[in-house]
Antibody, heavy 122, light 110 residues
Framework: QVQLVESGGGLVKPGGSLRLSCAAS????????MSWIRQAPGKGLEWVSY????????TYADSVKGRFTISRDDAKKSLFLQMNSLSAEDTAIYYC???????????????WGQGTLVTVSS | QSALTQPASVSGSPGQSITISCTGT?????????VSWYQQHPGKAPKLMIY???KRPSGVSNRFSGSKSGNTASLTISGLQAEDEADYFC??????????FGGGTKLTVL
């Protein structure tokens, strides 16, 4: 069965950096577009970033562009999010998410991880 | 990348039907049949309920249905049950490999 397990969250000071990881299993990871989506405490969902199946393209929400970098290691079936210049507004649960289509983006999320909490506070 | 607009809350009695609206623009909902809906219970990850406006994933009850007209998408839940009480989020493809979510709607089953 499809599993996505995030790690790397924690408490970080404003201006600091953090790298999130997502370990995938139960499907051919290299075939799928992957995404990071976040949810601030008590708030709604916010799409953060997408990476295509061949890593040809990466896209970002305006709120994180220039600060966050998404990447993947298909050999290790892993997705990553490098987060720099963090601020309190980045405090959220970060979900690793699989796009619903193989090889091409279908632009819906069919599987979600359980999330990892990132708290930015001094 | 402005969020899609959803009502903050809706409610209904068991057995009734409710509809949650999701309003976007001609650049997102109005341009693509790529609207999806997610259910989220407290403390849990979201769950896909509807994709590509009207399609239901395997295992999702046929009490859930989706539609779209112009720049507005809708999720209808018929025969409300207690376990339907949750937050619901709409989402649309925003072009250029991006997604836009709605602010979420809290469904209360009275």
């Amino acid at each position: 069965q499809v599993q996505l397990v995030e790690s790397g969250g924690g408490l970080v000071k404003p201006g600091g950096s953090l790298r999130l990881s997502c370990a995938a299993s139960g499907f051919t990871f290299s075939d799928y577009y992957m995404s990071w989506i976040r949810q601030a405490p008590g708030k709604g969902l916010e799409w953060v970033s997408y990476i295509t199946s061949t890593s040809s393209y990466t896209t970002y929400a305006d709120s994180v562009k220039g600060r966050f970098t998404i990447s993947r290691d298909d050999a290790k079936k892993s997705l990553f999010l490098q987060m720099n210049s963090l601020s309190a507004e980045d405090t959220a649960i970060y979900y690793c998410a699989r796009d619903g289509g193989a090889h091409l983006g279908n632009y819906y999320i069919d599987f979600w991880g359980q999330g990892t909490l990132v708290t930015v506070s001094s | 990348q402005s969020a899609l607009t959803q009502p903050a809350s809706v409610s209904g009695s068991p057995g009734q039907s409710i509809t949650i609206s999701c309003t976007g623009t001609s650049s997102d909902i109005g341009s693509y049949n790529l609207v999806s809906w997610y259910q989220q219970h407290p403390g849990k990850a979201p769950k896909l309920m509807i994709y590509e406006v009207t399609k239901r994933p395997s295992g999702v009850s046929n009490r859930f249905s989706g539609s779209k007209s112009g720049n507005t998408a809708s999720l209808t839940i018929s025969g409300l049950q207690a376990e339907d009480e949750a937050d619901y989020f709409c989402c649309s493809f925003g072009g250029s490999i991006t997604l836009i979510f709605g602010g979420g709607t809290k469904l209360t089953v009275l």
